[in-house]
């Protein structure tokens, strides 16, 4: 045992935040270690703009969107396995490291991105013009019960038009 720990701790990767990610040589997935423990902590977020304003439709400003939150989850450490940016909400599946809060990183999944997209576009302040640009609530759900691909399969395929037209679930983000 003490063996294995050796050759794990020989040839992890240091990362942002004291986060080292490690290849799992029995399973090839990644695994989070820290200085205390072992573990994957992967999670399904999903959050929207301020009032579900349809704000990233434009192609182009939701690639920008996706590019900042992908830069973001890799100043931060965070692993990026799938993100959706939709014109009214945002899809992610991550892994998050040990020592990070699944809230610490939505805290910075929202709220630098909201600042870096007001710099690049001055005319959202028009519109948000208290400068909250994403709605306090968000979805999150740990990656335990449900499995990978179930939520792989929900984030390619969850554009639903009845829903959107729904207003109960208009007012969960609203």
């Known amino acids: 045992?003490?063996?294995?720990?050796?050759?794990?701790?020989?040839?992890?990767?240091?990362?942002?935040?004291?986060?080292?990610?490690?290849?799992?040589?029995?399973?090839?997935?990644?695994?989070?270690?820290?200085?205390?423990?072992?573990?994957?902590?992967?999670?399904?977020?999903?959050?929207?703009?301020?009032?579900?304003?349809?704000c990233m439709q434009?192609?182009?400003?939701?690639?920008?969107?996706?590019?900042?939150?992908e830069q973001i989850a890799l100043e931060k450490g965070i692993i990026v396995h799938k993100i959706v940016v939709d014109s009214d909400h945002v899809h992610m599946f991550v892994s998050v490291p040990l020592g990070m809060l699944v809230s610490t990183a939505l805290q910075y999944l929202k709220g630098i991105s909201a600042y870096r997209i007001f710099r690049l576009h001055p005319n959202f302040r028009l519109r948000y013009p208290k400068g909250h640009f994403w709605s306090p609530g968000h979805f999150s759900r740990s990656v335990s019960c449900v499995t990978e691909s179930a939520i792989e399969h929900y984030i390619d395929n969850h554009k639903y038009p009845e829903m959107r037209s729904d207003p109960k679930q208009r007012l969960l983000f609203s």
């Open 1 to 54: 045992m003490v063996e294995i720990l050796s050759f794990l701790i020989q040839i992890r990767v240091m990362q942002p935040l004291g986060c080292k990610h490690v290849i799992d040589m029995n399973s090839g997935t990644y695994r989070n270690i820290n200085e205390h423990g072992v573990g994957d902590n992967k999670h399904h977020l999903e959050w929207c703009p301020k009032y579900r304003y349809e």
């Open 58 to 69: 434009n192609p182009f400003i939701a690639a920008e969107m996706k590019q900042i939150l």
